[in-house]
Nanobody
């Protein structure tokens, strides 16, 4: 079992930055690939970015490429999402997820554990 807790969400103006954190507890964090998803009101949950167990491989959806950066610190059992140049369309609840295989995937049903989510609101 892996327990995930996100933090760092909030209200920010367009063009601003936020850094989300996802702290993991339970089984060996470094065995897991991690992903960040988001869900806006009335929309399906969508994949944003993923990182493999070592941190060497990452992937971003086109809408956030060049603005968001995923990273992880296996010594601290934490994955981060640095979000820069935020846009109103980035407004959503952001979830981190853990996959009990070392490589990331883009589908939500490929992940085994989820955090409770943190709200990110970007005002125009």
């Amino acid at each position: 079992q892996v327990h995930l807790v996100e933090s760092g969400g909030g209200l920010v103006q367009a063009g601003g930055s936020l850094r989300l954190s996802c702290a993991a507890s339970g089984r060996t964090f470094s065995n897991y690939a991690m992903g960040w998803f988001r869900q806006a009101p009335g929309k399906d949950r969508e994949f944003v970015t993923g990182i493999n167990w070592s941190g060497r491989n990452t992937y971003y959806v086109d809408s956030v490429k060049g603005r968001f950066t995923i990273s992880r610190d296996n010594a601290k059992n934490t994955v981060y999402l640095q979000m820069n140049s935020l846009k109103p369309e980035d407004t959503a609840v952001y979830y981190c997820a853990a996959r009990s295989v070392g490589s990331y995937r883009t589908l939500a049903n490929e992940y085994d554990y989820w955090g409770q989510g943190t709200q990110v609101t970007v005002s125009s």
